[in-house]
């Protein structure tokens, strides 16, 4: 068995135990494979292993590692396989990104949503978008607060961009807390879900993608429909030293 394997195997082990726990089916919970930092022949390992939604955080990044997620399909032999962009996004490379990903999962301004709108206008496609909400008040942290005038504006704007497809909402938990903090800060995503799913009728939120290698299973509890763990699958990481 390869470490991967390993990996993967103890990880679906947690996973099953959490949706036990949470009483829901596995296949209720979609695993994306966070292969930020690692080289594109770990996407191809993890396919191969039948993983077919990957995360990445840096368009540079992903762009040295193949031309697009289309060319990564092929190169994997799996038309199934998505390549989401996970991680903060500046206007100025919407266009980039919106020809290198399947999905942005990091939308949080206004300013952001229209120009991947535009992006995907161009190319003649619907783009899925996630809208990430920041539920701590850590400084780093990315994401619109949930009652800021951003946000208000976002949800209202969001129906009118007929090249984007919203579909949910991230979150990312604050770093070394206490498990009820986590737990609160992954609720919080979901009551946020269910109060705009009545003020935001024109909207349509199912997704909930919470939960990193050190959180998932609460996450899952607290009503996670997406996971996104890297460590726990590739091992730890070398800090990032690309320019971006
Ligand atoms: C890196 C990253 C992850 C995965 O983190 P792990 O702790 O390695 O599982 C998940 N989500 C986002 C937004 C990330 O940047």
Known sequence: MTALEENLERLEDAIAAACRKAACARSEIELMAVSKTYPAAIIAEAASLGLTLFGENRVQEFANKAVDAAELRSTCGNDDLRVHLIGH???????????????IDSVDSVRLAERLNEGAAKLGKRLPVLIEVKLSPE????????????????????????????????????????????RSCFRSLRVWRDRWAVTRPRLQLDVLSM?????????????ATRIRVGTALFGKRQPWTGAE
């Open 89 to 103: 996004l500046q206007s100025n490379k919407a266009a980039r990104a919106v020809e290198l990903f399947d999905a």
């Open 139 to 182: 400084e780093t942290k990315a994401g619109l607060e949930p009652e800021s005038t951003e946000a208000t504006q976002l949800l209202e704007r969001l129906p009118d961009l007929a090249h984007l497809d919203p579909q949910g909402l991230m979150t990312i938990a604050p770093w070394g807390v206490a498990e009820d903090v986590t």
């Open 211 to 223: 939960g990193m290698s050190g959180d998932f299973p609460l996450a899952i509890e607290e009503g």
